[in-house]
Structure formats: C-alpha cells, structure tokens
C-alpha cells in the first residue's frame, strides 16, 4: 500500500520531564522519557506505518522528541496547549492525567487533522532558545522582588547583571524580528505558547 492511500493513524504523545505516554491505536504505553524510552516509542510507531503524533508545546520537555521525529520522517503536530485544552472542554472532557491527556491528543488529531509541524530552521531554533531564555531570566527577577533592606541590598548586583542580559537578549530578538516579518510571526507564536511566553519586565 502506499504511503498516499495509508490509513492515517493519530498518536497522541503527552510529554514530560521524565515520561512520556503514548497512545497509540486505543492503548497508553508509559514510556521513560530517556533513549531507552525513546527507542521503545520508535519501534511503536514503526509497527504502525502511517501514524502521526500529535503532542503539545511543553517549553522545551518536547524539543529532542520532536527532532528525533523529525529526522525518522514520521510527521508529528506540535500543538499550543490552549488549543488542547478548548478541544478537551469542548468535547465534555474535565479530568486530567497524563493517560487522558495523551487520549485526548490522539483525539484531536482524529477529528481534526492538524498540519505537520515543520522542522524549525537554524534562525527559528535561535528565536526560541533566546524567547525562552527571556522568561528565565524574567522569572528570576520577579524572585528579586524583596522588600527586607539587607535582603534587597544583597539581591542587587544579581539584578543589575540580570538587567544588563535582559536587554542584550530583548536587543537580538529585535534584531532577528527586523530580518523579516515570517520570523516576527515565529516569534509572536513562540511567546504565545505556555511555558514559552514571557511577561514585561518587572
């Protein structure tokens, strides 16, 4: 059978520090997130041919999946979780555990077929590590925010250094975003995603 007649088939991959949970043709399979985990999930979705996985951004837990698929050539849908998560409402779903959640993904490829997310380019994989290296330091500034004297004298030169990288990051992106105006839409998105998106500056 070819590959253009092939029956696809939706994996639903939830994806986490340390598991993954595949389901896979009505099954969950709990998988290690680590090579052995990921040699697991290989043979899986090769004993299946025409599967595609569905998982959702989880700012960066889904990098190394996402590229491994990439390179085997099984099409994969990287999905914004807030998507997901109107789909799971919409459908009448409220509880949460991994095991749902990876159901619930094979489920929204099912009725919706999302796109396959492209490979990132070199200067998309630049935008995203520094966007996301922006809400880490964001997120150590806030911690910052102590109102004891001696406590807040203590915390400065950290916060000054953190200021001084701060800007440097937020200068490159202007920089990457002037290049041209697909990039500034990469970037938007990449902002617009759960645990990638960043507030303003404290």
């Known amino acids: 059978m070819s590959q253009n007649t092939m029956t696809t088939i939706y994996a639903g991959l939830d994806i986490a520090k340390l598991n993954l949970q595949l389901h896979l043709t009505g099954r969950v399979y709990d998988l290690p997130n680590s090579a052995a985990g990921h040699r697991r999930r290989r043979?899986?979705?090769?004993?299946?041919p025409g599967s595609h996985v569905v998982c959702e951004a989880t700012g960066g837990y889904e990098r190394d999946v996402v590229a491994a698929l990439h390179e085997a050539q099984v099409p994969i849908s990287v999905l914004n979780p807030a998507r997901v998560r109107h789909f799971?409402?919409?459908?009448?779903q409220r509880a949460k555990?991994?095991?749902?959640?990876?159901?619930?993904?094979?489920?929204?490829g099912q009725a919706l077929q999302p796109k396959p997310t492209a490979p990132r380019t070199e200067q998309?994989?630049?935008?995203?590590?520094?966007?996301?290296?922006?809400?880490?330091?964001?997120?150590?500034?806030?911690?910052?925010?102590?109102?004891l004297p001696a406590l807040h004298r203590q915390a400065q030169s950290l916060v000054r250094r953190l200021?001084?990288?701060?800007?440097q990051?937020?200068?490159?992106?202007?920089?990457?975003r002037r290049q041209t105006a697909t990039r500034d839409e990469r970037v938007q998105k990449l902002e617009a995603i759960t645990g990638?998106?960043?507030p303003s500056r404290p």
Do not use: C, N, P, W
Not at 43 to 48: G, N, S, T, V
Not at 88 to 92: D, E, P, S
Not at 129 to 144: D, F, H, Y
Not at 169 to 176: P, S
């Open 43 to 48: 043979k899986l979705l090769a004993a299946q």
């Open 88 to 92: 799971a409402h919409a459908t009448g």
């Open 97 to 108: 555990t991994d095991h749902i959640d990876a159901a619930v993904l094979s489920a929204y």
């Open 124 to 147: 998309e994989q630049q935008l995203a590590e520094r966007v996301r290296r922006r809400v880490q330091v964001l997120e150590i500034l806030v911690a910052q925010r102590l109102t």
């Open 163 to 167: 200021e001084r990288d701060l800007t």
């Open 169 to 176: 990051i937020e200068a490159q992106l202007k920089a990457l």
């Open 196 to 198: 990638v998106g960043a």
